[in-house]
């Protein structure tokens, strides 16, 4: 039997987007090692597989690295290693269990919730003084001069935040959860539809003190909150059966994928009709520059360009002393191909 390819995932403890991967990974039984970063750059274990990306978390299957959580949990629904027994969730959902799992992860990652409870949590916690981590994060907003991130973001929005993660609550409490179900897609254990709600709630939930009490409470929301900590119950029991994460330098990590083939070619094509491939005349083998659209977006990745599709950006990076294949989703991500150097005659 051919051995498993390294399953690394990059993150760094708190953080709401590796949970969502974690909470996965527990919940299939899919065994894993880390690499802990720092929560602020530089990164120097990215950079050393050519990798500017700036987000957390990433996942690396072999010498592939996927970015961004959705690309992340849709390779992980492909992923069927021989240490688990337990199937992707999308084998047993039903047609409207799919939909809603869609719809809810739309829901969290596509509206403004997740800054509402940036902004509800962050004052409660040693984050907003500091300093480091304000600029930080400032920067990955692309911030203007002077621009802070507790003063000029957070601070100013908490109030209208706190109302807005409370509608949230109340949809949850009297529409979704209102008729007493465990799980929201009614299903009999937690389905990737749990997953993809309650990770910005679990996080608010978890920080002591995040929480205004005045506005929001386990008797104000009894089921939420039962759900979120049903959940907390069923990821910690999963956890106790899978083993324990080996923690990995990033030496021993671009060491490990640079022994590791590629896995994953499903994306691994140059659409050629494509708009955007027709505007800047992409081909396979082209050099050029990857980014996200929103957030981090002064942090590119260079590479050849393996795939470009409806559903993947692809490429080989060329700047790190290990070249990895970087998939990332072909929504909220762009592309540009680099200049050609002139030639002095």
């Known amino acids: 039997m051919a051995s498993q390819p390294p399953t690394v995932l990059f993150h760094y403890p708190g953080s709401p987007f590796a949970a969502r991967v974690l909470y996965y990974l527990a919940l299939r039984g899919i065994p894993y090692d880390e690499c802990i970063q720092p929560n602020i750059l530089p990164r120097p274990d990215l950079a050393r597989l050519g990798i500017r990306y700036r987000r957390i978390p990433l996942l690396a299957i072999g010498r592939d690295v996927y970015l961004d959580t959705p690309l992340i949990l849709n390779r992980l629904e492909r992923f069927t290693p021989s240490s688990t027994t337990k199937p992707p969730f999308k084998s047993t959902a039903t047609p409207s269990q799919h939909t809603l799992t869609h719809l809810l992860a739309s829901y969290t990652l596509d509206t403004p919730l997740f800054k509402n409870v940036v902004c509800v949590l962050l004052p409660s916690t040693p984050l907003i003084h500091d300093e480091a981590f304000l600029k930080d994060r400032a920067e990955m907003l692309g911030g203007p001069p002077g621009f802070n991130f507790a003063e000029h973001f957070v601070l100013p929005a908490r109030n209208d935040a706190i109302v807005e993660v409370k509608k949230t609550l109340e949809f949850l409490e009297f529409t979704l959860l209102a008729d007493g179900r465990q799980w929201v897609a009614e299903t009999q254990d937690p389905s990737l539809a749990d997953i993809e709600l309650v990770w910005p709630l679990h996080w608010l939930f978890s920080i002591p003190g995040a929480v205004p009490e005045e506005h929001i409470t386990a008797e104000k929301f009894p089921k939420v909150y039962s759900w979120v900590e049903r959940f907390e119950r069923a990821v910690g029991e999963a956890q106790k059966?899978?083993?324990?994460?080996?923690?990995?330098?990033?030496?021993?990590?671009?060491?490990?994928?640079?022994?590791?083939?590629?896995?994953?070619?499903?994306?691994?094509?140059?659409?050629?009709?494509?708009?955007?491939?027709?505007?800047?005349?992409?081909?396979?083998?082209?050099?050029?520059?990857?980014?996200?659209?929103?957030?981090?977006?002064?942090?590119?990745?260079?590479?050849?360009?393996?795939g470009f599709t409806s559903k993947e950006i692809t490429l080989d990076t060329t700047e790190g002393e290990v070249s990895v294949r970087v998939h990332a989703p072909r929504h909220g991500f762009k592309v540009a191909a680099v200049p050609a150097k002139a030639h002095l005659s």
């Open 241 to 306: 059966g899978l083993r324990r994460p080996q923690t990995v330098s990033g030496e021993k990590v671009a060491a490990w994928l640079g022994k590791a083939g590629v896995e994953d070619q499903d994306e691994a094509r140059v659409e050629e009709n494509d708009p955007i491939v027709k505007a800047q005349g992409l081909h396979q083998g082209q050099e050029v520059l990857l980014w996200p659209a929103d957030t981090g977006a002064n942090h590119k990745t260079k590479g050849k360009l393996v």
